[in-house]
């Protein structure tokens, strides 16, 4: 059979995104063909550069290639970012807002939010963070970049603040703003006005495909906030396993829910303890999240276990070790963040998260 552009796009028909359940021509995602006599060139653009399926995708390409006679097969994989339809006016800029929320305080929430958009950037996005949690930020200690404040500039919407560029993530935290050790009490209202001015009208982001925003635990003003001045794609949850974190965690879940974010995930963290010889001891009842995302009827992007490192690494200001040492730590870490990507291209895609999934381990 001779080989045609043709030939070619009909055969890359019969391969699915297997996450977003449709074939990459119809998605857009063949973006050139070259055929040379028997051999075929061409590029495939993945919805997220944290794809965690891109290798499923090469090898069905290159199977159906062969099917119809390719010889040679010269794939190149880039990524683009999908993001989420945009409210008019609302940064434009950022193609997906991700919002990470917790039911009570201290599960690890800005933890996750920090290691999220850590990951993220490795993969290569360009990945804004955002201190919500504007009660008791944590970014100032987690990013190391306490007492260092952000420099102002002249744009064509006026004076505004340019997040700090740091670790590979464009930052902004109240922390930078206000005194430190000064308690911050927010009023309702106030609350609102903060981070509004912290999002929108203050600071000049740049071009992001994904801005985390660590958002205060439980279920007060800034979540309602947020989901009524930007379009956001959806909402990370994150729990620990005990009863009683996951009582205020499906809470939390059903706020997002109400305020018409759509849920992307939960993360389970301090699943259990890794000891040093890499057994693992359940300390707080492993499975607690998981079971909460499974009768929910929500996506489970994966568990983190309690690693000394974790901790170490988030008080000494150095996320990036944590995707550097620790192994265990490190494929957590990762699988979560190409799972939220999955997620993230899915909830673009309208695609809802009850879709089968494909697990991929
Ligand atoms: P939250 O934002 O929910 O209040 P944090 O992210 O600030 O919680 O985490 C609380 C503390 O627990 C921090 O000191 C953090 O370094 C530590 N921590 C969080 N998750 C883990 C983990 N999986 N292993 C070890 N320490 C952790």
């Not at 070619?8 to 063909?33: A, Y």
């Not at 305020?259 to 963290?269: D, I, S």
């Not at 010889?277 to 999240?289: Q, T």
């Not at 494929?331 to 899915?346: F, T, Y």
Request: contains cysteine; charged residues 20%.
């Amino acid at each position: 059979m001779t080989i045609t552009r043709e030939a070619v796009l009909n055969q890359l028909r019969k391969v699915n995104d297997p996450e977003l359940f449709k074939d990459i021509v119809t998605l857009g995602m063949v973006k050139e063909v070259v055929v040379d006599g028997n051999d075929v060139a061409l590029t495939v653009e993945l919805t997220t550069p944290a794809c965690p399926l891109k290798d499923v995708i090469e090898r069905d390409v290159k199977q159906a290639l062969a099917d119809i006679g390719v010889g040679e097969v010269r794939l190149t994989l880039t990524a683009q970012t999908r993001g989420a339809e945009k409210k008019q006016g609302a940064l434009p800029q950022v193609k997906n807002i991700i919002a990470v929320g917790a039911g009570k305080g201290g599960v690890g929430k800005s933890t996750v939010a920090v290691n999220l958009a850590v990951g993220l950037q490795r993969a290569g996005a360009a990945v804004g963070l955002m201190d919500g949690d504007i009660y008791g930020p944590s970014l100032p200690t987690m990013l190391g970049i306490k007492g260092q404040t952000p420099t102002v500039i002249d744009t064509d919407s006026g004076r505004k603040i340019r997040p700090l560029l740091v670790h590979g993530l464009y930052a902004i935290t109240i922390g930078s703003l206000v005194e430190p050790e000064k308690p911050l009490i927010w009023r309702g209202p106030m609350a609102h006005a903060a981070l509004k001015q912290l999002l929108l009208d203050n600071t000049h982001w740049p071009e992001l495909d994904y801005l985390i925003v660590d958002l205060p635990p439980g279920t007060g003003d800034v979540p309602l906030t947020l989901c009524q001045i930007v379009q956001v794609t959806g909402a990370v949850v994150v729990a620990t396993p005990q009863q009683v974190a996951i009582d205020d965690a499906s809470r939390a879940v059903r706020m997002f829910q109400q305020l018409g974010a759509p849920v992307l995930g939960v993360v389970e963290n301090m699943s259990c303890f890794v000891a040093p010889d890499g057994s693992e001891h359940d300390i707080f009842g492993r499975g607690g999240a998981k079971g909460m995302a499974e009768t929910m009827g929500l996506p489970f992007l994966g568990e983190i276990p309690m690693f000394p490192e974790l901790r170490i690494n988030s008080d000494a200001g150095k996320p990036h070790a944590n995707f550097e040492h620790n192994v265990r730590l490190r494929q957590s870490l990762e699988s979560l963040v190409g799972r939220l990507a999955g997620e993230v291209s899915r909830a673009n895609a309208n695609l809802t998260s009850t879709a089968p999934k494909l697990e991929v381990e």
